[in-house]
């Protein structure tokens, strides 16, 4: 296959190192807005050539893999749909519910294949806890912990365009959550808070937020999140149930210290962002588009799930802003 890689940023240059070594690709067609940039990682990675546009790619491509600014999904998207490609898009589909179903209904209307990239479904340790639940190894899972922590803030301009703590960070635990438990989340309460830079407060945001998640069968689920972990880059969940306790992200380099005497001592070489915690979920959930691209396998993360974790966050952010409980919308309107 060639595939058409839009975007040669941190994500874009992950995904095309990925891509090079994917079983099924034979070759990859790289453009971005900084042409020099896409230049650049053609040049480190084998079987890679540039284009100078969206279009271009579009042309030359059996499917495609959109790792641009988020304001640019939706039209890709679109143009991937009715262009009659398959699409691997990273989160978010669009900023916000309207924009999403919008996509979606392209998508749709096209009949194509659109993956959008929520990267924990294919982290082993994920994978495994999804089992263990399913399997009812746990017994009744009564209450689940999520944990979201960022070793540090993003850069100031990143944020204004991010959506948010709950909508760049929280909606991976929603979906995590969802996809674990197979359960729905029906109402949510959330707090946030800020103590460090001055621009998230600027930008209408949180730097640290908690929130309070009530599924359908009426399992309790916390996520925090954070952009100042110094200890870190620290993803988690919990897994409490009558029987057994089984937590996902728990491991060597979890930046974590016992308080207990002759405890554990942190790691030498904790996680320190999301690339490196992943780097094998990364891989794997490419490699899952490839073969679904191909016609081999189901799609195995639809662009259905962004928008149904989406409106989860979009009600913790009101919930936050209004400070009270609100009921889940599960559909746009």
Not at 41 to 62: H, M, Q
Not at 188 to 214: I, M
Not at 234 to 256: K, N, Y
Not at 309 to 322: D, H, I
Request: hydrophobic residues 45%; contains cysteine; proline residues 5%.
């Amino acid at each position: 296959m060639r595939v058409g890689l839009l975007g040669a940023g941190r994500i874009g240059s992950f995904h095309a190192e990925a891509l090079a070594t994917t079983e099924g690709v034979g070759e990859l067609v790289i453009a971005d807005a900084e042409p020099a940039r896409a230049r650049a990682l053609a040049g480190r990675v084998a079987g890679a050539r540039t284009v100078g546009s969206a279009r271009e790619v579009l042309a030359a491509s059996d499917a495609v893999v959109i790792a641009t600014a988020t304001a640019s999904h939706p039209e890709l998207i679109t143009r991937a749909a009715r262009a009659g490609l398959p699409a691997f898009c990273e989160k978010p589909l669009a900023l916000d519910p309207a924009g999403t179903a919008a996509a979606l209904r392209e998508v749709e209307a096209a009949g194509t294949l659109l993956q959008i990239g929520f990267q924990r479904r294919f982290d082993a340790g994920f994978r495994a806890a999804r089992e263990a639940l399913r399997s009812g190894a746990l017994g009744r899972v009564h209450t689940i912990r999520c944990v979201n922590s960022d070793a540090v803030p993003p850069p100031a301009e990143f944020v204004p365009l991010s959506g948010g703590l709950f909508r760049d960070c929280l909606v991976h635990d929603v979906d995590a959550v969802r996809w674990v438990t197979g359960r729905e989340v029906v109402e949510v309460y959330a707090r946030g808070s800020n103590g460090g830079a001055a621009f998230f407060r600027e930008a209408g945001d949180v730097d640290t937020a908690t929130a309070l998640l009530t599924l359908d069968d009426g399992t309790l689920v916390t996520a925090t999140a954070t952009r100042y972990n110094g200890a870190g880059y620290d993803v988690r969940m919990e897994l409490s149930g009558e029987r057994d306790q089984w937590v996902a992200g728990l491991g060597a380099r979890t930046p974590m210290t016992s308080a207990e005497p002759g405890g554990p001592a942190g790691p030498e070489r904790p996680w320190p962002g999301f690339l490196e915690r992943f780097a094998d979920a990364y891989r794997a959930e490419l490699a899952a588009f490839v073969e679904a691209a191909r016609g081999k396998s189901q799609n195995p993360c639809p662009g259905q799930e962004g928008l149904r974790a989406l409106l989860v966050a979009e009600a913790c952010e009101l919930s936050r802003r209004e400070n009270r409980p609100v009921r889940v919308a599960h559909s746009v309107g």
